[in-house]
Each structure stands twice: as C-alpha cells, then as structure tokens.
C-alpha cells in the first residue's frame, strides 16, 4: 500500500525564496559580465549576417566577408560621427550660453507659483533674493563641498602619506586590507 503525497510543488516556500535570494544576487553580482557577454553574442550574430550576405550574393569567402563587415560598420560609424558631431558641439555651446538665461526663468516661473498659492505666498523669497531653484542648487552644492570634498582630500592625504611618507611603517601590526601590494 502506498502513502499518496498531495499534489503541487515540492521543497518548502522558503527554500524556494532563498534560491530566488542566490539567483538574484549572481546576476546583480556578473551584471556587468552578463551585459558585455550580450553585447558581444549580438555583434557576433551582425557579423555573421554580414558575412553571410557577401557569401551568398559575391561569393567572397567568410573571413574576408567578417573582415569587410567590420570595416564597412566601422566605417559607417565613423561616418555618423563625422555627421552628427557638429550638430551636437552647436547644441550643446547654445545650451552652455543660454543656460544661466534659462535658469532664472525657471526660477522666476517657480516663485510665481509658489506665489499663487497663499499658504506658500509668505515663503517666497523677495526680489533680488535667490528664489527656490537658487536656493535647492546652493543646498545641494554646499552638501557636496561639505559632504564629498574632505573625503576626497584625507583619501588622498591618506594615499600620499602611504606611498611617499612611510606611512605604512606607521601601519605596521595593523591588519590593513588593500588591494595594492608593496614589496620590501
């Protein structure tokens, strides 16, 4: 006599979330690998097509048809660089020149809305002072120049006092991870 099992599917709901937890966390982890690995498979199958194609129709052999399909999609890249970069170079000095312009009129077309609205209508800053975009800007500059700059500067204080200024026989006994190496 066998003992019947209910149907549907094994293994508990929590190993099921922790092999979902581990797949999860490979692909975050090889994303970057996972990324190239499909740019390269989509290039291989252009290529392949291309030569393929100069196969079929002049019967050129597929390595020099490879070869010709890099250097005809090199080229046609090359080509829409040349095409399109001074286009883009004048867009982007247009905007450079007119950015200061553009942002006082934003600025100025959000006091006026934050002026429409009466509870706000007391917050909004008198003319000839900053007004909310001056203001958002100004915070977030100063949170980096407090924030990130000094970081930046003791690590690199740091790294010159390590590399130049025996600070490494001031580390000594001290297990310090780094991924660079010293020879004695």
């Not at 097509?49 to 390595?63: K, N, S």
């Not at 490879?66 to 004048?90: E, Q, Y």
């Not at 934003?106 to 909004?124: A, E, H, K, T, W």
Request: proline share 5%.
């Amino acid at each position: 006599m066998s003992i019947a099992r209910p149907e549907g599917p094994r293994g508990s709901p929590l190993g099921w979330l922790v092999l979902a937890a581990i797949v999860v966390a490979l692909v975050v982890r090889t994303v970057d690998v996972l990324l190239v690995l499909f740019f390269a498979v989509i290039l291989a199958v252009y290529l392949d097509a291309i030569a393929g194609f100069l196969r079929r129709i002049f019967g050129v052999p597929q390595t020099l048809g490879l070869a010709a399909g890099v250097a005809l999609s090199l080229g046609a890249l090359v080509g829409m660089v040349v095409l399109i970069a001074p286009a883009v170079t004048d867009q982007v000095s247009d905007l450079l020149t007119n950015l200061p312009k553009y942002l006082t009129d934003l600025d100025q077309s959000i006091n006026r809305l934050v002026g429409s609205v009466p509870v706000l209508r007391r917050n909004v800053a008198a003319s000839g002072e900053p007004g909310v975009l001056a203001t958002a800007l100004n915070g977030i500059f100063g949170f980096f120049r407090r924030a990130a700059v000094p970081y930046l500067r003791f690590g690199v204080e740091f790294l010159i006092e390590l590399a130049f200024l025996d600070g490494r026989k001031h580390l000594e006994g001290f297990d310090v991870h780094s991924l660079i190496t010293y020879e004695a």
